[in-house]
């Protein structure tokens, strides 16, 4: 390589790693990385190889998000930058931290007053103009249709309802098991967890994700989770109005159960998450993006279908269970929202009435506000006035306030507000209220007049009801006598549940 001439070197991350013992000994002119967020942790192999082991005279860095979850993140991206101006992170937090510490729990923050808080991140504007040149789609693609996001709730059903509380009051895990399992006496398997948090959104998502042992592909598949029944009544009225759907999941365990709900009501989809192949990838979104493609659903992992993808055939996105990180969340939606969109993109957001879930998305919301504090605010191109600057930031300031005195009623969607939601034009709408009449009539002609979409806890399978009631009476019994009788049994059966 030595020998040879050449104006651009074009690589990737790993070879950065891998190559370095070659290319550190060049002296570059400029050192460009795109999707610079990969930076944002100054401690990474990777940034402090790039930062130390390589020289430039310049350096430049590419990202839709520079800041994503904590100000120390957007100091790591200076840093590499310049060094010896951004030394230390310490003093980058103790300079301009202090605006944003309810975000952090710190409370901080309240001490201060808006004219306090408007001073310290007018600083920070300051500080970050002369690095950071912002260019937004609306400035470049003034015909880029508009997006709009919806925070769709739901209730937890009956199942989800009996195992959410088993977990979060002691760490057992509900499971329907063998007769080998239960040695013919109970149905159901209880294991103490390590990860609630984790196990509790996998309630939220599906109770199917505990089952071990399989579960039949009937309705009850829709009737166990909320999402899943409010799933069932959009996509036929997005598939009868001709609208295409892209879907992102935290989690490819549940993109079985989504693909096995597929295949219950008829839908043709494709399937993306991070075990495909790169050619595997770029096939799949040709034929996704055919003229006459089939498929009414791209279903896709969020990390792994989140980037590098033009889906503009979508024109609706359901981000099914969301990311503790916002901007995971909006790289995914802008698979839809970017060039060769037609359409205006709606964006629904489930979300159960779960306080897991709630948890999640108040912390997205609240990094999305120090976002908007840091960088919208900010106005970071050639254009912006100082008076539009200061009035952004009022404005911002002002609003932050008023969510948090804002009682969340967090309310379930019903059918009427759901159609009003959904529909673009009045014609959809009609054709959204038929659709509903016409489910009604035939589950009511199914199932019976008294018949519930959602599961009650009253309908929930004996096995559950037995096991629950078992947990129940442990609660009650005498800890040492509990102990006394597992220590005189004498057969055991453990079985294999790190899938749970």
């Not at 004996?462 to 009788?485: C, G, I, N, Q």
């Amino acid at each position: 390589m030595a020998s040879m001439q050449f104006n651009v070197l074009l690589t990737t991350y790993e070879y950065i790693m891998k190559d370095k013992h070659v290319l550190r000994k060049y002296d570059w002119q400029y050192i460009i990385v795109d999707e610079g967020h990969r930076m944002k942790n100054a401690q990474s192999k990777f940034a402090m190889t790039l930062g130390s082991l390589y020289t430039s005279r310049n350096r430049l860095l590419l990202t839709g998000t520079p800041l994503q979850n904590s100000l120390p993140e957007l100091w790591s991206l200076l840093n590499f930058l310049l060094p010896t101006i951004f030394e230390s992170v310490d003093n980058f937090e103790q300079w301009f931290s202090k605006p944003f510490s309810h975000f952090t729990g710190t409370g901080e923050s309240n001490e201060l007053t808006d004219e306090e808080r408007m001073l310290i991140i007018h600083r920070l504007h300051q500080v970050l103009r002369p690095f950071l040149l912002r260019r937004v789609k609306s400035s470049v693609l003034d015909q880029l249709p508009d997006k709009v996001e919806r925070v769709l709730r739901c209730e937890l059903s009956g199942w989800q309802k009996i195992m959410y509380r088993r977990i979060q009051e002691g760490g057992s895990l509900l499971m329907e098991g063998t007769q080998d399992d239960a040695k013919k006496t109970t149905a159901f398997t209880a294991k103490g967890l390590s990860n609630i948090l984790m196990q509790l959104r996998k309630v939220c998502n599906h109770p199917y994700l505990f089952q071990t042992q399989g579960y039949p592909i009937d309705f009850d598949i829709v009737r166990s989770a909320g999402k899943f029944e409010l799933l069932d009544r959009m996509l036929p009225k997005l598939h009868a109005a001709g609208h295409r759907v892209l879907m992102f999941s935290q989690m490819t365990q549940l993109m079985h159960v989504l693909e096995d709900y597929f295949n219950y009501r008829g839908f043709r989809y494709l399937r993306l998450d991070g075990s495909t192949s790169a050619d595997e990838r770029e096939q799949r979104m040709f034929m996704f993006n055919a003229p006459d493609s089939p498929y009414f659903i791209f279903l896709l992992s969020t990390r792994a279908g989140g980037l590098g993808l033009n889906l503009a055939t979508a024109d609706t996105v359901v981000i099914f269970d969301s990311d503790w990180n916002p901007a995971m969340d909006a790289q995914a939606q802008d698979r839809a929202h970017r060039i060769g969109q037609k359409n205006e993109v709606r964006v629904f957001r489930l979300i159960t009435n779960s306080p897991i879930e709630e948890k999640i998305l108040s912390r997205a919301t609240e990094k999305l506000n120090m976002n908007n504090l840091v960088v919208e605010a900010g106005k970071f191109h050639a254009k912006s006035k100082e008076s539009d600057r200061r009035a952004m930031l009022e404005s911002l300031i002002k609003m932050e306030n008023e969510e948090a005195t804002e009682a969340d009623e967090a309310l379930v969607i019903d059918n009427d507000e759901l159609n009003s939601i959904m529909a673009l034009t009045p014609s959809e709408e009609k054709l959204y209220q038929q659709i509903d009449h016409d489910r009604a009539t035939r589950e009511r002609h199914q199932y019976g007049a008294h018949f519930n979409r959602l599961m009650h806890t009253s309908d929930v399978p004996a096995w559950l009801k037995e096991a629950d009631a078992a947990e129940s009476l442990k609660e009650h019994v005498d800890p040492d006598m509990l102990a006394e009788l597992k220590r005189k049994r004498k057969d055991v059966s453990y079985r294999d549940m790190s899938e749970a």
